[in-house]
């Protein structure tokens, strides 16, 4: 059979999704957020909700989704994405209302937004991001930052003594009776992206139906940050982050009540 | 009939946004104001309206959800007092750069710092200067009775509205704990989701069937655009300064001397000035009621007429910066002032008069 | 037994040479340009093996930048 037979509209079994824009990306080769911008665009074009979503942008290197997406968005101050959601929702019921926020925007200068917006849980998603590390702003260290682990603040690894330990928040959020899902997720794989795009479903499922709030971390890379080739970093963080960060569902009011 | 109520400056705030049909408060409790988010929840307008009240986990979270109710396109607000004004100026930097209707009520308390929690006008600075970083102004709106705290929510609502553009009640401890009669406006619905759509083609509150997608942001890393933006904000400044420019005057036709007073100030200086003029002293009066924009025209105008002008502020002398550039140094412009929660009385007035100007006797 | 045959079509241009869907392939289908670049430098992805591809989607599923279709056809 040759590659014209193949190539035909009615074989066609993995298309770029209708709701990504037609623009290229500014994140760098190999980068996390790509991925997953790709599997929110697929879960709403199949959800068919498009039209009712309202995407809330963070300060970090995913400040621009809002470029990438094509549904209506806002744009965050640093951290406060919570906040925006907890409004657009309340003030526009029926609307979809999602943030997507890095590791420093929800677990250090958003952290009270974060656990409060969970613990009142406001009928949205949280999508969050967790690639240890500053990526916008050069390599700093992230709360999320493992110990020993080098970056542009902590050029000699981070110590607890100086910086503090690593923070795991998406336990916190869980133990938190505003939220509904919370779950943890990485995309290195095909088969961790396919999961991590049901969970993003069932989040936004969650957030429509009023379920409360979920949030769904992605354990992630930044290659340039971390300074290894993009296959590199997915096999780098298999083997350190997921010691620290395991994945698997934290919390899932719905199976735990049947 | 009109329906006149007595109630406190705070308490007309949160009737008056119900009525006005405003969508959304979100709020933080701090004194002198904390009477704003806790009549509303007396009130439960989300039974009525469908009003959403909120008390935030703080008052950057409150300014934040304002920010994104605005986006929206929602008539949305939030209060607070000096201390938690300063930690809302972030937010409200960010609702000036991404060209925002909101509504924010300061009931000033003596700063800085903690300061105190009794009245006070230092953030006049904040207010009428931009308060957060870059360049901006907010529409400034300073209430001097019960019943003016009660129509400016109408009217700072329509003024952010029009220009999109946040606007500010700047109101101190007295106007809002004192109580007074007020006659309150009448119920107006709250826009539907149709009028909300037609009215504010840029709302970021879903796609709907229009062909676009709406992005709100304040972020332009291209500096010619960032450059058109700033250009395009500022044009819209200088309508504001064009059309809304609003003050009231007393005894100005034939005054010699000139008190320029604004908020609960302004009636202290009302009676002094009453007391001087059954002393013969011509003395008069210019009260701003648009902080920003100033009626610096109207105050270059009278100073051709007058021999000197006394600034009343309960600060060190934050007003009377704009004066003085309004009048350009043709006449001798002074500050009378008391700090920290001091109010000063008629009488105090009346002295600082005459000892600012020699040829004055009382 | 039937058989699979794939094929994917790459948008060369959106494609930032990352390696992702090299590493992912599972039938070796595809490498990165050794010495062409496109527009904007990259030494993007293509398929060195097409005949070898089974249309799985593993390549398409991983790529940050969504610059990979893919086409499957099983033959019984």
Redesign the interface.
């Known amino acids: 059979?040759t590659?014209e037979?193949?190539?035909?509209p009615e074989?066609?079994?993995?298309?770029?999704?209708d709701l990504?824009c037609d623009v290229?990306?500014h994140?760098?080769?190999?980068?996390?957020?790509?991925?997953v911008h790709?599997i929110i665009a697929q879960v709403l074009d199949e959800m068919g909700v498009?039209?009712?979503?309202?995407g809330?942008?963070p300060v970090g290197c995913a400040?621009f989704a809002?470029?990438y997406i094509?549904?209506?968005?806002?744009?965050?101050?640093h951290g406060?994405a919570p906040?925006?959601?907890?409004?657009?929702n309340?003030?526009?019921p029926g609307?979809l209302v999602f943030t997507y926020q890095g590791d420093g925007d929800l677990s250090a200068i958003g952290t009270?937004?974060t656990i409060?917006a969970c613990n009142r849980g406001e009928n949205i998603a949280i999508i969050f991001i967790n690639n240890a590390i500053y990526g916008m702003t050069g390599g700093q260290m992230a709360p999320t930052t493992l110990l020993g682990m080098k970056t542009a603040t902590t050029p000699y690894g981070r110590r607890a003594d100086l910086n503090g330990y690593p923070l795991a928040i998406t336990p916190l959020l869980a133990q938190l009776d505003g939220t509904c899902y919370v779950t943890r997720q990485a995309?290195?794989?095909?088969a961790a992206?396919?999961k991590a795009k049901r969970a993003i479903r069932k989040a936004f499922e969650n957030a429509l139906a009023g379920k409360g709030t979920s949030v769904v971390e992605v354990v992630a890379t930044c290659n340039s940050g971390w300074k290894m080739?993009?296959?590199q970093s997915?096999q780098w963080m298999a083997e350190h982050m997921f010691e620290k960060y395991p994945l698997g569902d934290l919390k899932d009011v719905e199976s735990k009540t049947k | 009939m009109e329906e006149v109520k007595l109630m406190k400056g705070n308490e007309a705030i949160a009737h008056a946004a119900i009525r006005y049909g405003a969508?959304?408060y979100?709020g933080y409790p701090i004194t002198p104001q904390s009477e704003v988010l806790e009549t509303l929840a007396e009130l439960r307008p989300w039974e009525t309206t469908g009003m959403?009240v909120?008390q935030?986990?703080?008052e950057?979270?409150?300014i934040?959800?304002?920010?994104?109710?605005a986006?929206?396109g929602?008539a949305?607000m939030t209060s607070s007092s000096s201390p938690g004004v300063s930690l809302k100026q972030?937010?409200i930097s960010?609702l000036a750069a991404?060209e925002l209707p909101a509504l924010i009520l300061n009931v000033m308390r003596g700063g800085p710092g903690l300061g105190t929690i009794q009245p006070s006008q230092a953030d006049y600075f904040q207010a009428t200067k931009g308060g957060g970083h870059g360049d901006y102004h907010l529409i400034v709106l300073a209430p001097s009775t019960v019943q003016e705290m009660a129509d400016f929510v109408g009217l700072g609502f329509d003024l952010a509205f029009k220009y999109r553009t946040p606007a500010m009640i700047l109101a101190d401890g007295i106007v809002g704990q004192m109580m007074e009669k007020v006659v309150l406006p009448e119920q107006r619905p709250r826009r539907t989701e149709e009028e909300l759509r037609a009215q504010c083609p840029w709302a970021?509150?879903?796609?709907?069937?229009r062909d676009h997608?709406?992005?709100?942001?304040?972020?332009e890393l291209q500096s010619d655009k960032m450059e058109r933006n700033n250009e395009r904000f500022q044009k819209t400044y200088r309508a504001i300064e064009a059309n809304e420019v609003r003050y009231q005057e007393y005894f100005t036709d034939d005054a010699e001397y000139l008190i320029v007073a604004f908020g609960s100030v302004a009636r202290i200086c009302l009676k002094a000035i009453e007391d001087a003029r059954a002393k013969g002293v011509k003395v008069g009066m210019l009260r701003p009621i648009t902080l920003w924009p100033f009626p610096t025209a109207e105050i270059a105008r009278l100073a051709k007429q007058v021999k000197g002008i006394l600034t009343v502020e309960l600060n060190a002398g934050q007003m009377i910066e704009d004066v003085r550039l309004s009048v350009e140094g043709t006449v001798p412009v002074h500050h009378f002032g008391r700090m920290g929660g001091m109010i000063p009385n008629p009488g105090e007035v009346l002295e600082a008069l005459s000892a600012c100007f020699t040829d004055l006797k009382f | 037994m039937a058989k699979v045959?794939?094929?994917v079509?790459i948008?060369t241009n959106?494609c930032?040479?990352?390696?992702?869907c090299v590493?992912?392939c599972p039938a070796d289908v595809l490498l990165l340009q050794p010495q062409e670049v496109n527009d904007?430098g990259?030494h993007y992805a293509y398929a060195a093996n097409?005949e070898k591809c089974i249309?799985?989607?593993?390549c398409?599923?991983?790529?940050?930048?969504?610059?990979?279709?893919?086409?499957?056809?099983v033959?019984k």
Not at chain 1, 5 to 8: A, L, Q, S, Y
Not at chain 1, 50 to 54: E, G, P, Q, V
Not at chain 1, 83 to 88: I, K, N
Not at chain 2, 204 to 209: Q, T, Y
């Open positions: 059979m590659q037979e193949i190539i035909r074989n066609k079994v993995y298309s770029r999704p990504l290229h990306t994140y760098c080769p190999g980068c996390s957020h790509g991925v790709k498009a039209d009712r979503t309202i809330i942008a400040v809002y470029n094509d549904v209506d968005w806002i744009e965050a101050a406060r906040a925006l959601a907890t409004a657009a309340r003030l526009n609307r009270a937004e409060h995309v290195h794989t095909p992206v396919n080739t993009p296959a997915n | 969508d959304g979100f959403v909120l935030a986990e703080s950057v979270a409150a934040n959800m304002v920010y994104g109710g986006a929206t929602r949305v972030e937010g960010y991404s970021a509150c879903g796609r709907g069937d997608r709406n992005v709100v942001t304040s972020l | 045959y794939g094929a079509t948008d959106r930032k040479g990352c390696d992702l590493v992912s904007r990259y097409p249309g799985c989607a593993a398409a599923t991983v790529c940050p930048d969504a610059c990979i279709e893919v086409y499957r056809v033959e």
